[in-house]
Structure formats: C-alpha cells, structure tokens
C-alpha cells in the first residue's frame, strides 16, 4: 500500500539546494523523473515544480533493495544528507554542485508506465498529451508557462490595485446581443424556450459599472466565443478587462504602459522605454500593409501608384481600372538572397493567400532595374521607382497591384514572411530590441461590407467617434468617421484593444441606426445600456488584453494550448474529459430541448 505523508514534510523544494547546503539533512518530495541503476550506486532525478535535485543511493546502503524497485514518476520522498559532488557537478542545473545521500525512502504512490515521456524534448503526438493533460502539465517547459501565467496576472493585480482599481465581477449567465462573434447558448430551465449566453466579454458590464460610480474597475475575466480555432483562438479564454472614467485616451494608455513594463522587467528582466510608439491606423496601413505591425524592422511599403498612372504595363494598368486601384512595393536589401523560385512559388503564394493576383518583381543591378518586370517598363518609370525607393545595388523590389485593402494587406503579408525566413524577429524576446511595442490609434469608426451591402463597426457598436469628424458622421460620411478606439500591438500581434465609449443617449443611438439595428431593435437587445445612458453615464473608456496571446508571447509558446492549462482542441473538444459530450434526454426533456442531428451527407 502506497504511503500518506505520517509527518513526512519537505524541507526544501527540489530547485532549493546548493553547496552552501552541503552537510545539511533535508527532506524531499516530488516525482521520478530519471532513474539510472549503475551496479554499484544508483541515481534518482527527483523533479517538483521548483526544479530537480540527484538523489544517490549506495549498494551497501539498506534503501538499496527498496530504490531498484522504483520507476519514472512514482511520487516519493528521501530524507538524506546534502553532499558534494565535486568534479561531477553539473554546472546547467541549479542544484548541480550538490546531490542528497538518501538515508530514508518513502513511496508515496506508484505510477503506471505514461503513455509519453515527461520531458521537454517529446515529440508525442498532441492529441496523446491532450488526453493525458495532468501529466503533460509535468513537464518544465509547461510548468513553466502555467507558472508565469500565475506570476503575470499576480503582477497585473498588483499594479492596476495600486491605482485604485477594484477587482469587480461580472455575469457569465447573460444576454445574447448577436453582432460578432457566435455565441455560446445555456438554455433556462425555469423559462423553456429561453437561453442565456456566455460572455464574449465584459463589456457593457464593465460600463454599467462606471454607470454607476465604480470609477476603475479591472477583472481577469473568462470569455467566450462558438468561432472556428486557430493555434490563436480557443472557444473560452481569459480577458485582463480594464475601464475608467473621466479619462482621455492617453490616460488609460499610460497606466497599461506601466502595467506592461512592470510585466517585462519581472517576468524578462528588460526595461523598455516609454512613451510606446505611436502610430495611426492609416500610417500603419500604408507604411507596414497590416493594423497590427512589426516594428521590429524597415522594408516598408512604397505608394507608387502615380509612377505607373499612365503606364502600359498590361497588369499595373488594368489594376488601377478598379475601384480604389493601387501599386504598393517593398525594396528587399541585397542581403537576402532571393532566387525566381523564391518568388514565385514562395513568397506569391504568400500574396495568393491573402487576395492578390500576382506578386510582381524585379532587381536592381549597377543602379538599373533588371530581370523580371523590367522590361515592361519605360525607362520614365524605372527612373521614377529608383528616385522613390532608392534600392541599394542587389536590391529586389517586390509590387501587389489590386484594389487598396488587398494590396495593402498582402504586401504586408509578404514582409512579414521575409523577415521571418530570414531570421529578422526572434522568436523569443531578451532584449529591448527584441520587442517591437506601438499603439495604434485613430481606427476607422465603420467598415463597409460589398457582401451585405450595409456598415459594420470595426471595434464594436459602443466605441465613441472622435469629435473632429462628428460632422461627417451627421451627413452620412461614415467612411470618413474615425473612432477614438486604439490597439497595443506586440511584435506584429494584436495584444489588447480599447476605445473610449460612447456615453451619450443620442449619439448611441444614431450609431446604432448608422449599423442598421433601428430604435426598436436597439431597445429589445440594449435597453437596460440605453436606460443607463439616461442617467447621467460619465464620459468613460476601458481597454482588454488577451491573457493567453501575452503569455504565449512572453514565453515564446507555440500555440495558446501550450499556455492554457486545460485547452481545447482545433474542434473544440476537451480530450481529457471528452468533452462536449451528448447528455441524458431526460435532461433535454427538463429543458423542452428536442434533439434532432444534421443528417449525414
């Protein structure tokens, strides 16, 4: 029978020992993470979540017949001397200089052989891990990533309470308001017929609170989303929820600066200088194609449109016959190396991706363009494009010609792909120059649909417009509204996102009629947000970040699953407890569901 503890208690953790320790009896507990039988002697790897200490047990010594019986895993204690281990010492590990000769051995509890090894370095498949998460989580490098998750929002705690924000919660039972994302469902048993929705986030909430006087509210709030999954999307993630009142933009910006410097210098130890960078939503589009850039390097996009206005150049000139036809181009240095084949059966299908027709190109050789669309050129236009870019010698100058959103968004794509290849943004981040941190600001307050021939709100329907362009918005300019809304962006990834809200009866309304949604239908999804609008709402703004993304980021995880303790799937499925599951009818009976499949095809 397997051991209880009987007054058996740790001393010290497994990652606590060094040779200062040396002579001291100490006390362990953990789990076999390697075990090696040399004859003579015989090692344990002992590993908890602090670390690893070598345990030695000699042949002559009475635990010896009762150590060779030990396996990978089983959950033990030692009780022994901490000693040296002179020229063996391991200098990669922490406890390396010393090793505990074991004078007591208790098994707590055997383990079955696991399905993997509990290592760094597994290359089990991950549907394996996923099923057996609780051991998967044995391993350092997710221990790791769960530790610093611990260790971030404890941070996030603590500087945002410094400031007098209060911790406040929110419903998870609420209402669905469908524009955005696909709700998650929970049917009433009390009203059949009726279902509440799980919150994809906080955020009318989180105003009522300030409806209400709680003038900083923060929540690490759990949200959630019925989309389809990427390696950055899970169906429930974690928000860090953020909202004042009486504020400016700047305001609430200085206080998340703060907030993610704090982050940086405890978690990375790099300092990083503020004020962040930054930069508005048209300049990030034009200069680096995307509205979540890397600002890590240059290669940034060109506006040749007006060099090729007249051209005859079949592709340039049949592009700029569209509505909002553009030529946008990057000049590559000489330093990469970039073969036809590189182009156009690489970094073209990159374009492809997102929308163009064809990544055009051409070189730069004793200060003259060369090769590829050269000679489609006047000489007029090849004269213009090297006083624009000014390419060195060896240069390639890469061109997406289309409508403006795409060939904006695929060159951008493309830059991206080069630096990546080429190893131009480290993966993980120890270094200031390793951390490309912006603000973008001044998003456009709509975004027109040709699918549904109406306008959609960029953030959401609650973002206040900027004052400067309220005429516009009266005469029904809306594409030329901008919206007092503002991303922090982390080395090309979208970290948070924020606005300052609209806290006005009337100008909530007239957004809501600009969206399509009329009086009546604001008032049966909005009334109680429209009610409080009524009371004398402050001005007030708010801001979210995305726990996961910043922690996948901060340890330079793979995939969210790698940062979440119990993730999903790509189908939404928890492998582990075989979640979702079907349910009992009479269950479904309680909740006067009927339960009808899609028919197989």
Request: charged share 30%; glycine share 6%; aromatic share 10%.
């Amino acid at each position: 029978m397997s051991e209880f503890l009987n007054g058996f208690k740790r001393t010290h953790t497994c990652g606590a020992l060094r040779g200062s320790d040396i002579g001291k009896t100490v006390r362990l507990v953990g789990w076999v993470q390697d075990y090696r039988n040399l004859g003579s002697f015989l090692f344990i790897v002992l590993r908890d979540r602090y670390g690893v200490t070598q345990i030695h047990i000699d042949a002559a010594s009475p635990l010896f017949e009762q150590a060779q019986k030990i396996r990978a895993e089983w959950c033990i204690g030692v009780e022994g001397e901490v000693i040296s281990r002179g020229k063996d010492a391991n200098k990669k590990l922490a406890t390396g200089e010393i090793e505990v000769e074991a004078k007591e051995l208790r098994v707590f509890n055997r383990a079955e052989t696991t399905p993997f090894a509990i290592h760094d370095k597994c290359d089990a498949d991950e549907k394996i891990r996923l099923k057996y998460r609780y051991l998967d989580l044995r391993r350092p490098c997710l221990n790791y990533n769960i530790i610093t998750r611990s260790k971030v929002t404890g941070i996030i705690r603590r500087v945002l309470e410094s400031k007098d924000f209060l911790d406040l919660e929110t419903p998870i039972l609420g209402k669905s308001t469908p524009e955005g994302a696909r709700d998650y469902l929970v049917p009433s048993r009390v009203q059949p017929g009726a279902f509440y929705a799980l919150p994809q986030s906080p955020q009318l909430f989180k105003q009522l609170y300030m409806v209400s006087g709680f003038d900083r509210y923060y929540q690490i709030a759990r949200c959630f989303r019925d989309e389809d999954l990427r390696l950055d999307r899970q169906p429930e993630f974690t928000q860090i929820d953020i909202e004042m009142s009486f504020i400016e933009p700047e305001d609430i910006q200085n206080i998340c600066e703060e907030m993610i410097c704090t982050i940086f210098k405890e978690i990375l130890d790099i300092d990083l200088p503020r004020p962040f960078k930054r930069i508005t939503w048209d300049d990030a589009m034009n200069l680096y194609g995307v509205d979540a850039p890397d600002i890590r390097f240059g290669m940034l996009l060109n506006d040749v449109t007006e060099i090729f206005r007249n051209t005859e150049f079949k592709l340039f000139a049949q592009a700029l016959e569209q509505k909002q036809g553009t030529i946008r181009a990057i000049c590559v240095p000489a330093s990469v190396k970039m073969s036809r084949k590189d182009i156009e059966q690489g970094l073209a299908d990159v374009a492809k991706t997102y929308g163009a027709k064809v990544l055009a190109w051409t070189k730069v050789a004793n200060g003259q363009l060369d090769a590829g669309i050269a000679k489609n050129l006047s000489d007029a236009e090849k004269t213009a494009l090297i006083e624009q870019m000014k390419p060195e010698d060896g240069a390639t100058l890469l061109f997406v010609a289309d409508k403006l959103n795409i060939a904006r968004n695929a060159l951008g794509r493309v830059r991206k792909e080069i630096a990546v290849k080429n190893n131009w943004v480290p993966k993980t981040m120890s270094k200031p120059e390793d951390v490309g941190l912006t603000w973008v600001t001044d998003f456009p307050m709509f975004e027109w649909s040709d699918e549904d021939n109406r306008w959609y709100a960029m953030h959401h329907p609650f973002t206040s417009p900027r004052a400067s362009d309220w005429p516009a918005f009266e005469r029904g300019d809306f594409g030329q509204v901008y919206a007092q809304a503002y991303d922090l962006v982390l080395n090309g990834i979208e970290l948070g996102g924020g606005s300052i809200r609209i806290h006005n009866i009337d100008v909530q309304k007239k957004v809501f009629r600009a969206l399509g949604i009329g009086d009546e239908e604001a008032r049966a999804k909005f009334s109680f947000l429209l009610d409080a609008l009524s009371f004398g709402a402050p001005p007030h703004g708010g801001l979210a970040f995305g726990l996961d993304r910043m922690i996948m980021l901060l340890t330079g995880a793979d995939s969210l699953r790698d940062v979440i303790a119990f993730p999903k799937t790509n189908k939404a499925a928890d492998l582990m407890t075989e979640a979702p599951s079907t349910v009992d009818s009479k269950q479904l009976d309680e909740l006067c569901i009927a339960h009808k499949l899609p028919t197989e095809e």
